[in-house]
């Protein structure tokens, strides 16, 4: 089974944190937190897999007065070094979180980091995870799954690595409702909550393996046992019996105080 995320190159990271002070320089703002999400942050990345950077960052206190809303998404085409960098303002991120987006959560809890400046990235998880309306988080999940079974449920051959983005978020759906709280990122991680079936497991440990070997996991000869259990999970998933337990005006309020300090602060 996949296993902690491994360590960041020196000079990858280096050169992340390069891009990310060309970005502060470029387009006026600056970078609260940056981490990797993928692959490579769920613990089973490929020998050529991008490294998925992803960032918060805010805009000087006047940009968020102006009556029409300018673009609150910053994002840098794959460089030669397969960095794939994109950013969400904070504005729209506390948005986001405020609908749930299990996206965000991952950020926020990501094992791999690039730099964070002063505490916005905790506070952030802690409101997600205090007001998290479970329900919602499930649906999320839910609609994740369908989207990428539907786009490879048919066909003698399937891109074996989707197999991955179909299974994860139905594994977060067991959590949801085995644990009631917000789901890990690691892959390894959400099996505590559910065990595989021997054949599931022999299944994946041998896709996860070729994956971690294969510079470029291309299309394969469908995995019945796998296909079955995405369908199996798909039948009996229902996000309306799980609690929901947000406070809307409670994380609303939360969230704007929240919005509010940081906007404030003089950060180093």
Same mark, same amino acid.
């Given at each position: 089974?996949?296993?902690?995320?491994?360590?960041?190159?020196?000079?990858?990271?280096?050169?992340?944190?390069?891009?990310? *002070?060309?970005?502060?320089?470029?387009?006026?703002?600056?970078?609260? %937190?940056?981490?990797?999400?993928?692959?490579?942050?769920?613990?089973?990345?490929?020998?050529?897999?991008? &490294?998925?950077?992803?960032?918060?960052?805010?805009? +000087?206190?006047?940009?968020?007065?102006?009556?029409?809303?300018?673009?609150?998404? @910053?994002?840098?085409?794959?460089?030669?070094? #397969? @960095?794939?960098?994109?950013?969400?303002?904070?504005?729209? !991120?506390?948005?986001?979180?405020?609908?749930?987006?299990?996206?965000?959560?991952?950020?926020?809890?990501? +094992?791999?980091?690039?730099?964070?400046?002063?505490?916005?990235?905790?506070?952030?998880?802690?409101?997600? #995870?205090?007001?998290?309306?479970?329900?919602?988080?499930?649906?999320? &999940?839910?609609?994740?799954? *369908?989207?990428?079974?539907?786009?490879?449920?048919?066909?003698?051959?399937?891109? $074996? *690595? *989707?197999?991955?983005? =179909?299974?994860?978020?139905?594994?977060?759906?067991?959590?949801?409702?085995?644990?009631?709280?917000?789901?890990?990122?690691? %892959?390894?991680?959400?099996?505590?909550?559910? +065990?595989?079936?021997?054949?599931?497991?022999? =299944?994946?440990?041998?896709?996860?393996?070729?994956?971690? #070997?294969? +510079?470029?996991?291309?299309?394969?000869?469908?995995?019945?046992?796998?296909?079955?259990? @995405?369908?199996?999970?798909?039948?009996? =998933?229902?996000? !309306?019996?799980? =609690?929901?337990?947000?406070?809307?005006?409670?994380?609303?309020?939360?969230?704007?105080?929240?919005? $509010?300090?940081?906007?404030?602060?003089?950060?180093?």
């Amino acid at each position: 089974m996949p296993e902690a995320a491994p360590a960041i190159p020196d000079a990858i990271r280096r050169h992340v944190e390069a891009r990310l *002070k060309d970005v502060e320089a470029h387009d006026g703002v600056e970078v609260l %937190f940056a981490i990797e999400s993928g692959s490579r942050a769920w613990g089973f990345a490929s020998p050529d897999s991008d &490294y998925d950077v992803r960032f918060v960052y805010r805009h +000087p206190h006047d940009w968020y007065l102006s009556l029409h809303e300018a673009r609150d998404v @910053i994002e840098r085409d794959i460089d030669e070094r #397969e @960095i794939d960098l994109a950013g969400w303002d904070l504005r729209k !991120a506390l948005r986001l979180l405020l609908k749930w987006n299990p996206a965000l959560h991952e950020w926020l809890v990501s +094992p791999i980091t690039y730099g964070v400046v002063g505490a916005c990235r905790e506070e952030m998880l802690a409101l997600y #995870e205090a007001h998290a309306d479970l329900r919602a988080v499930g649906y999320h &999940y839910l609609s994740i799954a *369908k989207t990428q079974w539907n786009r490879m449920s048919t066909g003698a051959d399937v891109p $074996l *690595k *989707k197999y991955f983005y =179909a299974i994860r978020p139905l594994m977060a759906l067991h959590w949801l409702s085995a644990r009631s709280t917000v789901p890990p990122m690691n %892959f390894a991680a959400l099996l505590e909550a559910e +065990p595989w079936p021997r054949d599931m497991d022999c =299944a994946v440990a041998e896709l996860i393996a070729l994956k971690r #070997e294969t +510079p470029e996991l291309g299309s394969g000869p469908r995995v019945g046992v796998i296909d079955r259990w @995405i369908e199996s999970r798909l039948e009996v =998933a229902d996000p !309306a019996k799980l =609690a929901n337990c947000g406070n809307v005006q409670a994380a609303r309020s939360a969230a704007n105080e929240l919005f $509010l300090t940081i906007l404030r602060e003089n950060r180093p």
